[in-house]
């Protein structure tokens, strides 16, 4: 008990202190869990916003599809993007495995599905509500799904938080293509791994806080615009 | 206020020539048979009881569904030459202007003429003073005008009009009759849906009753609301209930 007491008071110092190893793992993980969703926004986006929107044979199985790859394991994910990039695999030659750029292709492979199949349920209830409207004002397919995507961006928000909140509390994927090594890879998932088999519970629990806090933050930011949207906007 | 062009160059789509027109959904007959031609002016009110196929047929003709059987035809294809309000205005999360700018920038109007073509719009409608406002928080019957502003802003030769005054007070109402009227007066074809008949009195120049998907009668107002020839359109105009 007066370990778990005396780890609480030094986490909480180093948060306080803004110890410059801990700011470093924080700016590394922001800097790829951002990087990934927004990369998967990118894909993720236009993709659940077409499949909402199209009719063709299949398309059931695709929603299907795109709803199980929300499920996604992490480490099978890892596993599957250290073999591309792995020396002897056909993207070795990049050089980028054990790299921040890795965990972001990791974690965007997690994350896009996530974005797409929470943006084709939002833009599939707008569009059942729109589809005669803009039909009616002779819309374009694209030009209804760009306007579809943007009635629905306070909506969209949650999936890119849902994603954030996927990214950033990743550790499988990160850790094995990352490789955890010190001030390249190290994330705050992968950090609170490692230092509590260590033993040093301290670093651990300063950045679990920090990582709660920070989902917390983002979520009830999130909340507040949406709200704020719903007054404005109606 | 300057004059400003309309979006789209004319070339008259009348008449509307519909043929043998059927629509079915799930094994069920919803419009039999309908026949009837509509010329380029006076206003024409679909009128039934509820049921009757009255939004099924505007939207028949305005293409947004395709009959099952028979034909709808215009004398021309153009686009944008048709507009539709619906009885539930479904409005862009946007300001009320730029709900009508969005309607004109489907139409190929150019960035510079939008705007005034939109402020024309709303000014006509009476709700120029909202144009900033967000579309989604405006009361019912501003939303209404709003919506009638948009498809008229693009010019159309023909408006069709899904119940547009089903939700809203008298007030409302009569606003929307009078814009209704100044844009019939503006050379737009009207063809509205309702089933009040005290508006459809004070707005029909030609009335199209359906019962139970069939077109029954196509008449003149004033012969229709005198002499209604079939028991269905008779027992409506009573208002007496009638069972076939």
């Known amino acids: ?24 793992i924080i700016g590394l993980s922001l800097r790829v869990s951002l990087s990934a969703v927004a990369l998967a926004a990118l894909i993720g986006l236009p993709l659940g916003a077409a499949v909402a929107l199209s009719s063709f044979p299949g398309r059931g199985v695709v929603v299907a599809l795109l709803n199980a790859l929300m499920g996604l394991p992490p480490v099978v994910v890892g596993l599957l993007i250290y073999l591309l990039l792995s020396r002897a695999g056909p993207l070795g030659e990049f050089g980028i495995l054990f790299t921040p750029a890795a965990m972001v292709i990791a974690q965007t492979i997690l994350v896009a599905p996530i974005i797409a199949a929470l943006t084709r349920q939002v833009v599939f ?31 969209l928000l949650t999936a890119l938080l849902a994603g954030f909140g996927r990214a950033s509390a990743e550790v499988g994927a990160v850790m094995i293509v990352g490789g955890n090594i010190n001030h390249v890879t190290r994330v705050m998932t992968t950090t609170i791994a490692l230092e509590t088999s260590k033993g040093n519970l301290s670093l651990a629990l300063g950045l679990g806080f920090v990582l709660i806090a920070l989902i ?11 709200k704020f949207a719903q007054r404005a906007h109606g | ?9 004319s070339r008259s789509i009348f008449p509307l020539d519909l043929r043998n027109v059927c629509y079915s959904k799930a094994g069920q007959s919803l419009i039999t048979d309908i026949t009837v031609t509509l010329q380029a002016r006076g206003r024409t009110i679909v009128m039934g009881p509820n049921g009757a196929g009255k939004s099924l047929l505007m939207r028949l003709c305005h293409g947004l569904i395709r009959p099952s059987a028979g034909q709808v ?4 294809e153009q686009r944008h030459a048709q507009a539709m309000v619906f009885q539930t205005p479904v409005l862009l999360r946007r300001s009320a202007i730029k709900n009508v700018e969005f309607a004109l920038r489907a139409t190929g109007a150019r960035a510079r003429d939008r705007r005034e073509l939109a402020e ?15 579309a989604r928080v405006l009361s019912g019957g501003e939303k209404q005008k709003l ?14 009009l899904d119940e547009p005054t089903a939700h809203l007070d008298p007030s409302a109402v009569y606003a929307i009759e009078q814009m209704i009227k100044s844009i019939d007066e503006q050379g737009t074809k009207i063809v509205m849906s309702t089933h009040d008949l005290s508006q459809a009195q004070r707005l029909a120049d030609e009335v199209l009753f359906l019962h139970q998907g069939k077109l029954v009668e196509h008449a003149a ?4 609301f005198e002499q209604p020839h079939t028991p269905a359109a008779q027992a409506f105009v009573n208002g007496e209930l009638y069972w076939e």
């Not at chain 1, 002779?138 to 760009?146: C, Y």
């Not at chain 2, 919506?147 to 069709?160: D, G, H, K, N, V």
């Open chain 1, 1 to 24: 008990m007066n370990d778990l007491s005396a780890a609480f008071t030094s986490a909480v110092a180093l948060i306080t202190n803004l110890d410059a190893e801990l700011l470093a």
């Open chain 1, 125 to 155: 209830d707008l569009h059942a509500e729109y589809d005669e409207q803009l039909r009616s004002l002779q819309i374009g397919w694209w030009h209804a799904l760009a306007t579809l995507l943007w009635e629905g961006r306070y909506s």
């Open chain 1, 216 to 226: 917390v933050a983002v979520n009830a930011a999130a909340l507040a615009l949406q």
């Open chain 2, 1 to 9: 206020m300057a004059y400003v062009q309309s979006a789209v160059p």
């Open chain 2, 73 to 76: 035809n215009w004398s021309s």
């Open chain 2, 120 to 134: 024309a719009a709303l000014q006509q409608a009476g709700i120029a003073h909202l144009a900033h406002r967000q």
């Open chain 2, 147 to 160: 919506a009638l502003a948009r498809a008229w802003s693009i010019r159309p030769q023909i408006l069709f």
């Open chain 2, 221 to 224: 107002a004033l012969v229709f």
